[in-house]
């Protein structure tokens, strides 16, 4: 998440703290809409972790095939 907080920041100048609480608010947006597959894996593609392995799984989100 610090990666997309310091894009927050350069993109928008504002001060880290502030940075980090919109991208939490977006962050809670997005798993409070998104299906449940999707949502539960946000905070990894976030992070970039299992990103490419978790692609099937998404997609069978998307398309309610769990």
């Known amino acids: 998440m ?3 907080v310091g894009l927050v920041v ?3 100048g504002l001060p880290e703290e502030m940075a980090r609480k919109a ?3 977006v962050i809670g947006f997005l ?3 998104l299906p ?3 949502a539960d894996r946000l905070d990894d593609v976030i992070s970039g972790e299992g990103l490419m392995g978790d692609v099937g799984g998404l997609l069978e989100g998307l398309l309610g095939q769990d």
């Open 2 to 4: 610090d990666e997309l």
């Open 10 to 12: 350069d993109k928008t």
């Open 23 to 25: 991208t939490e608010v």
């Open 31 to 33: 798993k409070e809409r």
């Open 36 to 38: 449940d597959p999707i």
